[in-house]
């Protein structure tokens, strides 16, 4: 099965900085890659995601990119601000003609920004 | 709308009780997920139902009994339960399985076994 690892686990930057979550992931198969968004207490939220058929999006101060050859992709937040401080989840998602799968998550990241 | 309602919001129930959490959509979408999360993890795989048939179930305990009556409403059964089954059960929707559709998470039903 898929296994995705994240890091770092906590990310602590100055407001207004940027700041970058990294993942990897283990199957090939994998397609799909989206990254949610949750605060304490609350249900995650999509933030952004991406497919392998492109290497980078962005969504205003968001962006993620994805190297399939590596197996990597990544959370790009500039210009941060108080609200962005959650936990961020990245996840992996392969369909296998025989089967059906939900995400794989990676572990966490809990970011914080500093006022 | 990309709404998905659980209900309810907490339960605390005993050891011997039986209850059940309950997931609606009304977004059409033709797979429906139990995801469980304990306090500081990521949300963990537990059922996945592929146009009302159960097509995942990730080594589940027979103490978690899901249901899919019909295309918009997902349960979960809970009979016997465990103080460590204690976490935030989270149901989820998309168009169909398969990857590359969007996965949205309902708010989440808090249990408590005790």
């Known amino acids: 099965g898929e296994n995705v690892e994240q890091h770092p686990s906590t990310l602590s930057v100055q407001e207004g900085d940027s700041a970058v979550i990294k993942c990897t992931y283990s199957?090939?198969?994998?397609?799909?890659f989206p990254w949610y968004k949750q605060e304490l207490g609350k249900r995650p939220q999509l933030i952004i995601d991406?497919?392998?058929?492109?290497g980078e999006k962005k969504d205003q101060r968001i962006a993620v990119t994805l190297n399939k050859t590596a197996k990597h992709f990544s959370l790009h937040i500039t210009e941060t601000q108080p609200e962005d401080s959650a936990v961020y989840f990245c996840?992996?998602?392969?369909?296998?003609?025989?089967?059906?799968?939900?995400?794989?998550f990676g572990k966490g990241t809990h970011l914080i920004i500093q006022p | 709308d990309t709404e998905v309602t659980q209900t309810p919001k907490h339960l605390v129930m005993g050891m011997t009780n039986k209850k059940s959490l309950k997931c609606e959509q009304h977004?059409?979408?033709?797979?429906m997920y139990w995801y469980k999360q304990k306090a500081k993890k990521p949300p963990e795989l537990m059922f996945v139902?592929?146009?009302?048939?159960?097509?995942i179930n990730e080594s589940v305990p027979s103490r978690f009994s899901p249901e899919c009556p019909n295309s918009s409403l997902l349960n979960l059964h809970l009979h016997a339960l465990q103080p460590e089954d204690s976490a935030l059960y989270l149901c989820?929707?998309?168009?169909?399985?398969?990857?590359?559709?969007?996965?949205?998470f309902g708010e989440g039903s808090w249990l408590t076994v005790v």
């Open positions: 989820a929707s998309s168009i169909r399985t398969g990857s590359g559709n969007t996965i949205y």
């Open positions: 199957d090939s198969a994998s397609n799909y």
């Open positions: 991406i497919r392998s058929n492109v």
């Open positions: 996840a992996a998602s392969s369909y296998s003609g025989g089967g059906a799968d939900g995400l794989t």
């Open positions: 977004m059409g979408h033709r797979a």
């Open positions: 139902y592929s146009y009302e048939k159960l097509s």
